[in-house]
C-alpha cells in the first residue's frame, strides 16, 4: 500500500464527509493505493457515526474509537500503530490542512529520501492570539531541538517513511515535537514543505492558549530526556558535586578565618555568626540533594526495561 492518511479528530463531524471526499478524489487522481485511518478521540457529537456511515462506501476507510477524550497525541499513536502504508501521512480533521499537497510529499519521502516531511503554513488563516506566540515557539524549539530548517513544528499535515512512525512514540502532548522525537531516534533526514492553510470552516479549535505554556514545559521534559534520560547522573551528578565542593571549600574558608583571627588575638566572630556560613550550608545541603537526585534517577533509569532499546538500522 502506497498511503496511509491518518486523521485524529475530536468532535469533527461536519467536517469528515468533505475531507473524505476530498482525499478520495486526490488519491484517485493519482493512482495511489490507501487507506484513511480516522481515529475518533471520544468525540461527543456525531463524528463515529459519521465515520461508520463513510465506511460503509469505502473500503479503505478505517476507524478506530476511544472511549473518552485523551488528547492528539494519543489519538496519532494509536494510528501511527495501524498504518501499514509506505508513506504515513498525518493530518487534522478540520479541513485546515489541504489533502491536496499529498502527491507532493509522497514524492519527497519516495524520491527525495526523506524521513519526515512536515507543513509549513507559511501564510496562516488563524488568529493573530495564535500566530504570534507559534512564531516565538518555533524560534526556541528549533534553537533547543537542533533541527533548524523547520518553521513550523506543530503543523498537523506531515508525511513519513513508515518506519518512523513505527519507532516514535507519541503521548501526552507530544505530537507538537514530533520532528524532534524523530531525531532523537536518529531519523535525521527531516524536511518541510510549504502547504496551503486555510481558516477552520466549521466547528472550533480544540487547543486554548496553555498550549504554549504546556508546549515549553514539554520542549524542557524532552530536551532533558533526551540529553540525560539514560544518564541522569551526568546532570545531577556534576551540578551537586559542584556546589558541595563549593560550600565545603566555603566552610572552610569561614573556619579557617576565625582560628586566625582567635591565633593572632585580632577581633573573631563565631562562624555561625557569618552570614558566609549559612551560604555555604545551603550550597552543600542543596548539593548532596542533587547528588541523591542523580543517584536515584540512575537506579530508575538502570530498572528501565529500554534501556538497551537501540535503533537498529541494518544488519547481516
Ligand atoms: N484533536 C484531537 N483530540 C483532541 C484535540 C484535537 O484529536 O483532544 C484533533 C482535532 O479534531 C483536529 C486536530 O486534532 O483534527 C487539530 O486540532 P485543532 O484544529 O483544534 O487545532 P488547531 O488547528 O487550532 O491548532
Ligand atoms: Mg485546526
Redesign the pocket.
Known amino acids: 500500500m502506497d498511503i496511509s492518511v491518518v486523521?485524529?479528530?475530536?468532535?469533527?463531524a461536519e467536517s469528515l464527509p468533505e475531507l473524505t471526499q476530498w482525499i478520495e478524489r486526490v488519491m484517485l487522481a493519482n493512482n495511489f493505493t490507501y487507506e484513511i485511518i480516522f481515529?475518533n478521540?471520544g468525540s461527543t457529537d456525531r463524528s463515529w457515526e459519521v465515520i461508520t456511515g463513510l465506511a460503509k462506501q469505502n473500503p479503505c476507510i478505517k476507524g478506530v474509537s476511544f472511549r473518552r477524550?485523551?488528547?492528539?497525541s494519543p489519538?496519532l499513536n494509536t494510528g501511527f500503530a495501524r498504518a501499514q502504508g509506505d508513506v504515513v501521512i498525518t493530518m487534522?480533521?478540520?479541513l485546515?490542512d489541504s489533502p491536496d499537497e499529498i502527491p507532493a510529499l509522497y514524492k519527497m519521502i519516495t524520491d527525495e529520501g526523506y524521513d519526515l516531511v512536515s507543513g509549513y503554513k507559511q501564510k496562516r488563516y488563524?488568529p493573530l492570539s495564535k500566530t504570534i506566540p507559534t512564531k516565538l515557539f518555533n524560534a526556541t524549539a528549533r534553537r533547543v531541538t537542533g533541527i533548524k530548517n523547520l518553521h513550523d513544528f506543530?503543523c498537523?499535515l506531515k508525511a513519513y517513511r513508515n518506519k518512523v512512525v513505527k519507532h516514535i512514540e507519541v503521548y501526552g502532548d507530544m505530537h507538537r515535537y514530533i520532528p524532534y522525537l524523530a531525531k532523537l531516534s536518529g531519523f535525521t533526514k527531516i524536511g518541510e514543505k510549504v502547504v496551503h492553510h486555510q481558516a477552520?470552516k466549521y466547528g472550533t479549535?480544540?487547543?486554548g492558549l496553555d498550549r504554549f505554556v504546556n508546549g515549553y514545559l514539554d520542549l524542557a521534559t524532552l530536551w532533558f530526556t533526551g540529553k540525560f534520560g539514560g544518564k541522569p547522573m551526568h546532570f545531577f551528578g556534576l551540578l551537586g558535586s559542584l556546589m558541595f565542593i563549593l560550600g565545603f571549600i566555603a566552610v572552610v574558608v569561614v573556619g579557617c578565618v576565625k582560628l586566625y583571627n582567635m591565633h593572632h588575638g585580632n577581633h573573631y566572630i563565631l562562624v555561625t555568626d557569618s552570614p558566609y556560613f549559612y551560604l555555604a550550608l545551603t550550597l552543600m545541603l542543596l548539593g548532596s540533594q542533587l547528588f541523591l537526585a542523580g543517584f536515584v534517577g540512575e537506579l530508575v533509569a538502570r530498572n528501565s526495561p529500554r534501556r538497551n532499546d537501540y535503533e537498529i538500522d541494518s544488519e547481516f
Open positions: 486523521v485524529p479528530l475530536y468532535n469533527e481515529v478521540d477524550n485523551y488528547g492528539k489519538a487534522d480533521a478540520d485546515q488563524d506543530n498537523g477552520r479549535t480544540k487547543f
